[in-house]
């Protein structure tokens, strides 16, 4: 719809039509002379449901706009940044793969709204450098290939992308990827710490290699627009954060029990107890959204393929009111 040229809102608030209450986050397209062709045609070919009303419903709205997307990878190629490259051509995002030079060359809004940062393509907080073994001999790869080479880097490329954010950009980070909101100085903390020596849990008090976990979601953040207030998700011993209460930040999934698991194992989940796995933060006129859950895992994980396309909307959707 949004390339065609239609108008696409999120509404802040539940609305009624047809006998029945839409939830918020519910799509309200606004009527043109192509839009009646345009939803016929989707409601045939993919199955959807609309429903005609005859004003628009009042309140507060988000206007969806078309984004510009980079998914970061690097020379040699990240699994779950391949997976996400694969996930946005099969539902209709398109995007282009963004490698650690351009990173580092800065002026990223003049390409990209919405940058998406998989697990394991940043540094962790302290490491300098992502772990990718050492590159080739430039003179060993194909010319064309050449700019698809390089590290990316807490000092060189962590500027780049606080810039960017800075800017008005936003940044889905994903898994161990979401430590940039501690490189950032966002106002949280590691939840996964042994209270009496303030390090990393061990494993043998915290380990949970790849298990089906329930949190707790808030369905009026727009990042969990279409969901339910309980989520199963995948986790695999990733990060989970404590907020702080400084204003924006805002957490949009956590752990509401130390009993979350569903299905598979998990050892000391217990300490998952009140940790937050998905947050919102405000940096500059931009938003980092950050995901310690896998929420694409392997393109599995379809219960939870919301937060990540909700996310690549919201960032630049701009504020709308209707009367």
Known sequence: ???????VYWLKN?????GKVYPAGTIYIEARSTTAQALQTLAKEVGLNFEGITSRPAGEALRLKQQRIGVVDVYGGSMPSGWVQWMCGQYGF??????PQELDAGNLGSK???LIVEDGILPEPGRGEAGRGSQPDPESIPAEHRDKLGAITEARTIP???????????ILAIGRSSGLGLMLGLPLTNALVDGNAGKPLPPEKFYIP??????????????????????????SNNPVYRLKGAPGVRKVAWF??????????AWGQEHLNGGVSVAEAEVGKGKLLLYGILVAFRAHPHGTFKLLFNGIYYGNASPARFE
């Open 1 to 7: 719809l949004l390339s065609d040229g239609e108008d």
């Open 14 to 18: 539940p609305v009624e039509a047809g």
């Open 94 to 99: 398109p995007c282009q793969v963004v490698y």
């Open 112 to 114: 990209y709204d919405v």
């Open 160 to 170: 780049q992308l606080r810039q960017f954010l800075a800017e008005g950009g936003t």
């Open 210 to 235: 790849g298990a089906v976990l329930q949190a707790r979601v808030d369905p009026s953040h727009p990042l969990a627009y279409g969901l339910p207030e309980k989520l199963d998700v995948f986790y």
């Open 256 to 265: 509401d029990t130390g009993r979350s698991l569903r299905s598979g194992w």
